[in-house]
């Protein structure tokens, strides 16, 4: 009954799970039985736990259909005595017989199932299951046994709803396309074959996902209930249906960036109607477009995923690789409600609706999303549907982390204390549960030792990753440390991929230096990540993690809500979030909790996922349960906030406003480029069907006309005074405010015009006075944060430019770090923050809007080449020709070395099989006197984080 149970309630990954054990994989010899019914009934029950199990995916169906046909072979022989002896009598009042013609019955029902369950045949499998049912049901009710009365009562059911559960069922009536893309992700090819659907996605595709006349879907599940496989059944679709168009996939990270790209690219293979692959490409994740992207980007892929900023840059230059969408999916869909990044995303997809709106689908994904309707009924126009399910494969318990004494044992116990929750009201409230002693002796009663000692002790018991949410990178770094000092033995010992596990360990050794703790770390088994760590870094812990190399990460709120990580249980340490520089902490928003809390709990690994909260005491207690009573608001325009604060006169729009009001510069970035694009006879006559595409104005028609007509005058007023401007254009292709375009435009010296002046040899050379020149007017600029957080006197621009000229001249990071930051006490971490954050992400951007302003109309060489220089700057390299290298992942340390040799590449495909073909030995060649690589180092990295995903 168990199989029975946990099918017809939906719960088949935890009833996989729990018929995972050793005990079902034996049958009784033939021998053994007393009976050939008892075999009949052993060798059906067998068979049906592993059509059941498919924990080995098809070599379970195929043992459970291979047993049905040993069995059949039997037959003949075993039942000759049972129906020779009375050959007149009726044997329909013989109990005996009617048992086994009705086992029969089922096992003929049980070898349709799995047929169909491997190949999709029978199509008539509902009918044939219903007819042998029947009989069944008819015949074991008169065989006298109970238990097996009961069976035939419920098999038609049972087989039925494992029928409806299967691949082939639930994509048969879909495109052809659709079922091709099904074909794939069940082949024996996969390392995971996917064989049934899980009822979140079966619901999904039945409330009309993927109808072609809805122009936006939104669908809210909780982490890990399968939302990513349904964007590549839309995205097949899409691209059967929309031959030769793109399809726009948005994350909010970089870190989601690469992990999605990983994931499309392996799904998506093979998944044409040729055989051949989609193309995947991911958009470098900068805001600026370098003329080696832009022509990589040329030879336009099929999907594109890239960040909301650097879609949006696309978009406003109508660049080749987005002008034919065909649909643009919304990651992590909520973050539209995120005041910092909100107001971009939220104008991006208004521009997108307004502009492609005839020919582009929109698809949001989220796990919380209270008023998933609202937001595809904005973007659809009445042609949206909201698909909400609170569904997941596998069950969660939030709990209070404490410290117990066992008075006995005289020593202290991990113990978890169970709370309830809104979303999980619970009957378990103040169960406590024992993990054993604790790991950390008890010298103080500190949240971080309990912290560390609450990893240790889950990541044994549930034999999965344990991410512990930290208040910042000092800490990660510190928590990931006394972890490692507590676990014995050596990582590589268990690692299933040690070669990948050594290589990186080298790799952040000769990068880091030896005596950087995430190497030490990483022996143990232990990670942390964040901001500071290199991209190359972070991508190597997300990979190690997601392979079952480390059992413990810990890590910031932005690591947590920006990959996907196997975790079987999560450690809340804070409830706050730490922001910009100057700011004080925020408390963590209830949907930031809850993504990522929903990712404790692996499909298929976990039987339950455990969140904790470490508490010392009554007020940490009370802190948690009260945080969990609350639930997460609607999701609302960031704008709207804004706006309904300010009073009726139209705000001025000048650098005071970008830099007090930043939601609302990006409003009126949306109205420039709306003014740019359509001109102002047009954009002002059609100003009220411009804002309708917003988010803004669709809650304000709701909520306060009045305030909706005040935008409507804003916005005329706002194109009225603008409508002359010549920064338009460039402010529209920058991302920059028009006021922060006429800064630049006024501040910078005319020397900025002459394209020596950018030549890389004169801005990355011995004299850092052109570089300095640079930085002070960028400074001023209210979008750029370009001061270390340790410059007591403001922007120190010698440093600045030294640390980013030291970095596109190949110095190490510990390099950098211990000339431009000696008085740290921590340098390594303080150097990657502000190189792989300020650094690396405004300065790019910064100096390719001055380009843009400076250079404008100059076609000459040296202006073309001057144009490679922000690149160069967010690629760490010196040389033009190792920017397309660094782009398809080829690690920093040998990309001048490829580049050298490497031809002229169009596109990031040829990129990426040209590196992929070159011998052992070029990998070992050029990587500079201060590192010292094993050999296979750089080429082991570049596959797991540089070749599949860039």
């Known amino acids: 009954m168990l199989i029975v149970s946990g099918t017809l309630a939906q719960k088949q990954p935890e009833l996989r799970l729990l018929l995972s054990g050793e005990q079902i994989y034996r049958v009784p010899s033939r021998g053994e039985f007393t009976s050939w019914s008892d075999q009949v009934w052993a060798g059906s029950a067998h068979s049906l736990a592993m059509l059941a199990r498919k924990s080995r995916s098809w070599d379970d169906v195929e043992e459970g259909i291979r047993y049905l046909t040993e069995l059949s072979e039997l037959q003949r022989e075993a039942e000759s005595s049972i129906f020779a002896d009375s050959p007149l009598r009726d044997w329909r009042e013989d109990k005996q017989k009617c048992k086994l013609l009705g086992l029969y019955h089922v096992g003929e029902a049980l070898a349709v199932l799995g047929s169909y369950l491997r190949t999709g045949s029978p199509e008539s499998v509902l009918v044939t299951i219903q007819r042998h049912s029947e009989n069944a049901r008819l015949l074991l009710g008169s065989s006298g046994d109970v238990e097996l009365e009961r069976v035939g009562e419920t098999i038609e059911s049972l087989m039925t709803a494992m029928a409806k559960a299967s691949i082939w069922y639930n994509t048969s009536r879909l495109s052809s396309a659709a079922r091709e893309f099904a074909q794939q992700i069940a082949s ?49 679709q899409t691209m059967a249906l929309n031959p030769g168009s793109v399809v726009a996939y948005i994350v909010p990270t970089r870190a989601l960036v690469n992990q999605m790209t990983r994931r499309l690219r392996r799904d998506l293979s093979n998944s044409r ?90 698809l949001l994904l989220t796990p919380f999303l209270p008023n998933a309707s609202d937001l595809a ?8 549907a909201a698909i909400e399910l609170n569904w997941k494969p596998s069950e969660q318990l939030r709990a209070l982390g404490h410290w117990t004494r066992d008075r006995k044992a005289k020593r202290y116990n991990d113990t978890l204390e169970l709370v309830p929750s809104a979303t999980q009201p619970s009957n378990w409230d103040g169960v406590v549960m024992d993990l054993g002693p604790a790991s950390v002796p008890r010298d103080t009663r500190s949240r971080e030792a309990m912290s560390t000692s609450l990893a240790i002790s889950m990541s044994d018991r549930a034999q999965g990753g344990t991410l512990i949410l930290t208040g910042g990178p000092g800490k990660s770094e510190k928590r990931a440390q006394q972890v490692a000092s507590q676990i014995p033995g050596n990582a590589l010992d268990d690692c299933p991929d040690r070669q990948l596990l050594s290589a990186a360990i080298d790799y952040i050794e000769n990068e880091l230096g030896v005596d950087y703790p995430l190497a030490r770390t990483l022996r143990s088994g232990v990670a942390f990540h964040h901001a500071g760590l290199p991209p190359e870094v972070r991508s190597l ?105 300010l009073d009726a006169n139209r705000p001025e729009y000048n650098l005071r406003l970008v830099r007090g009001h ?34 803004v104005f669709h809650g304000l028609q709701a909520d306060d006309r009045e305030i909706a007509e005040r935008l409507v005058s804003w916005s005329r007023g706002f194109m009225e005074e603008f409508r002359s401007s010549s920064l338009l254009g460039v402010a529209d292709v920058t991302g920059l405010s028009l006021p922060s375009v006429g800064l630049l435009s006024a501040s910078s010296p005319k020397v900025f015009k002459e394209p020596e002046f950018w030549a890389p040899e004169n801005l990355f050379g011995e004299d850092l006075n052109p570089l300095r020149q640079i930085i002070e007017v960028l400074a001023e600029v209210p979008e750029m944060s370009l001061a270390p957080t340790d410059d007591p006197g403001g ?128 990998w070992q060649g050029g990587t500079g006197t201060a590192r010292n690589f094993a050999p296979g180092t750089l080429k082991t990295v570049w596959d797991a984080v540089g070749g599949s995903t860039a």
């Open 662 to 695: 930043p939601q609302l510069s990006h409003f009126f970035q949306y109205l420039a480029h709306a003014l740019k694009v359509g001109g102002f006879d047009s954009a002002s006559a059609e100003v009220e069907e411009i804002l309708r595409s917003s988010l």
């Open 377 to 384: 009924k904005w973007l659809g126009a009445g042609e949206g």
């Open 188 to 236: 024996d090819e996969q390392e995971s074959p996917v064989s049934e659907l899980w009822w979140s996605q079966r619901e999904a595709l039945s409330q009309s996902l993927l109808d072609p006349f809805k122009t936006a879907i939104s669908v809210q599940m909780p982490t890990s209930a399968g939302k990513t496989l349904l964007a590549e059944f839309s995205i097949v």
């Open 541 to 645: 812990v997300e990979v190690l993690l997601d392979k079952g190399c480390v059992r413990v990460v810990a890590g910031t709120s932005t690591l947590a809500q920006g990959v996907d990580f196997p975790l079987s249980s999560v450690i809340i340490e804070t409830l706050k979030v730490p922001q910009k520089r100057g700011e004080s902490y925020r408390p963590l928003r209830y949907s930031e909790f809850w993504n990522i809390a929903g990712r404790a709990g692996r499909a298929l690994k976990d039987r339950v996922g455990v969140v904790v909260y470490p508490s010392t005491g009554k007020a940490q207690d009370e802190e948690f349960r009260s945080y969990l009573e609350g639930e997460a608001v609607h999701v609302v325009s960031a704008l709207l906030k804004t706006i309904k604060l």
């Open 795 to 922: 922007l120190n621009s010698h440093r600045v430019a030294g640390v980013l000229r030291d970095w596109v001249a190949g110095k190490t990071l510990p390099e950098i770090a211990d000339r431009w930051f000696p008085a740290s006490t921590k340098k390594l971490t303080d150097a990657g923050k502000y190189l792989f954050r300020e650094v690396s992400g405004y300065l790019p951007w910064g100096i390719g809007a001055l380009q843009l302003i400076e250079l404008a109309g100059n076609t000459s060489e040296e202006a073309n080449r001057a144009l490679h220089v922000p690149a160069l700057s967010f690629y760490g390299v010196s040389d033009i020709e190792a920017l397309p290298l660094r782009m398809v992942g080829v690690p920093r340390a040998a990309a001048a070395h490829f580049g050298a040799s490497a031809p002229q590449f169009t596109s990031f495909q040829e990129a990426r099989s040209w590196v992929a073909s070159q011998p052992a030995a070029m």
């Open 273 to 362: 109607f040729d055989s051949s692959d989609v193309v995947v490409e991911a958009a470098v994740p900068v805001f600026e477009l370098d003329p080696t992207e832009k022509t990589l980007l040329s030879n336009r892929p099929d999907v594109l995923v890239t960040t909301p900023e650097k879609l949006d840059l696309l978009v406003r230059s109508n660049h080749a690789s987005v002008r034919d969408l065909s649909l643009v999916v919304v990651d992590e869909a909520h973050h539209i409600a995120d005041e910092s990044r909100g107001p971009r995303l939220e104008l991006l997809l208004a521009t997108l609706k307004k502009e492609r709106g005839s020919r582009c689908r929109f």
